[in-house]
């Protein structure tokens, strides 16, 4: 191989309360990189993968991304599941690094830099197919909003605000809390009084099983009310009773049981290199995760070089053939991607595809070169 390695940051919860999804993503660099370097590397040069732990904490997201843009001086740097740790790693990788950076969380849509691709769903493609399917299916109207209090749920919010009401239903509430908040009882008092049909919820951990569980005593899903959560995946359905979480519906780009060829080939090979709890899954940005490194490398390829102007060019259009849930491309000026989407449900604790959706498009803005020269 040539001289030099290229060098990939990642910076992933491996600590805290997200670590069992951080370290899902961490696998799957490794084993995405270790089949490219297998295969002789890139532009002939091996690729080595740098690993940062954000430890759920942004502030640490900030100094990590500091340390790899400045210390190790990466090519390009993916990573981060909440939204404020995207916001953490792109000052110092982004506004002052000037590096590009892929974010592979499914997330509220809306960012829009030169320097950063998106690589899991956005509200388009999660929400725009999925509640007024979900509406016609069950008749239900009346929707709860209960939500962790960061930029996600407010923007997820707005937008399924706007297709409820479009498509004739009402919110009965919508309540924000911080992250760690686990007393739900008042909250619960008025979903049940409030004769609410669809619980849309955007509490994440460590919040989530405390709310999930004073909810289901309460005997919401019992009495007919149905359970949504767009970002839910495997590892979580593992970690909560399943009664709790029974015909609880999310929309994702992939699930376990997705049963394409390519799909069923790559959880094995996941599966075998790294069996355990921190499992191959859509929510988890284990599939971002996937295909931003797979679009990468074909925009390096495109490229024929690590000049970063020449990969952000190539990277614009990159196309994967086969990925988790099916085919993926970024779709020009947008800097997200067309991919398939999934509605699933789940039952006895695994998540059936209920409606294969196709292929959804990303409807994001378009990026201008604005600024980037010039900041």
Not at 174 to 181: G, M, N, V
Not at 223 to 247: D, H, I, S, W
Not at 254 to 282: E, H, R, W
Request: hydrophobic fraction near 40%.
């Amino acid at each position: 191989m040539k001289d030099g390695s290229i060098k990939v940051g990642v910076i992933m919860d491996l600590t805290g309360p997200l670590a069992f999804l951080g370290v899902a993503n961490a696998n799957v660099a490794k084993m995405v990189l270790d089949d490219i370097n297998a295969k002789g590397g890139l532009l002939g040069r091996h690729v080595e993968l740098l690993v940062e732990d954000s430890a759920t904490t942004d502030s640490v997201a900030e100094a990590k991304a500091t340390k790899l843009v400045e210390q190790d001086q990466v090519d390009v740097i993916l990573g981060g599941i909440y939204s404020s740790t995207r916001q953490a790693i792109k000052g110092p990788a982004v506004a002052k690094g000037q590096k590009l950076y892929i974010y592979p969380e499914q997330y509220e849509g809306q960012e829009c830099d030169p320097l950063i691709f998106c690589t899991g769903p956005v509200p388009a493609q999660q929400l725009d197919p999925f509640i007024p399917w979900l509406m016609q299916q069950t008749g239900a109207k009346k929707f709860y909003l209960p939500s962790a209090d960061y930029m996600w749920p407010h923007v997820m919010n707005k937008k399924v605000r706007q297709i409820v009401t479009a498509s004739g239903g009402t919110i009965e509430g919508e309540e924000y809390f911080p992250l760690d908040h686990t007393g739900y009882s008042k909250t619960v008092e008025k979903i049940m009084s409030s004769g609410t049909e669809v619980v849309f919820n955007t509490i994440v951990p460590p919040g989530l099983g405390p709310f999930l569980e004073q909810l289901y005593n309460a005997g919401f899903t019992r009495r007919g009310g149905k359970l949504v959560c767009t970002y839910f995946e495997e590892n979580l359905l593992k970690m909560l009773p399943p009664a709790q979480v029974e015909g609880l519906y999310g929309c994702l780009d992939y699930y376990q049981t997705v049963s394409d060829p390519f799909s069923v080939q790559l959880l094995n090979q996941y599966n075998k290199l790294y069996p355990g709890s921190s499992m191959f899954t859509a929510g988890s940005a284990s599939t971002g995760m996937y295909r931003g490194l797979k679009f990468w490398e074909a925009a390096v390829k495109e490229a024929g070089s690590l000049n970063q102007e020449a990969v952000i060019k190539a990277l614009d259009h990159a196309k994967i053939a086969a990925g988790p849930g099916g085919p993926a491309e970024m779709v020009p000026g947008q800097h997200h991607a067309r991919m398939n989407m999934y509605i699933a449900q789940a039952s006895n604790g695994i998540f059936k595809v209920v409606k294969n959706l196709g292929v959804i498009e990303p409807n994001e803005s378009v990026v201008s070169a604005r600024h980037a020269a010039s900041r």
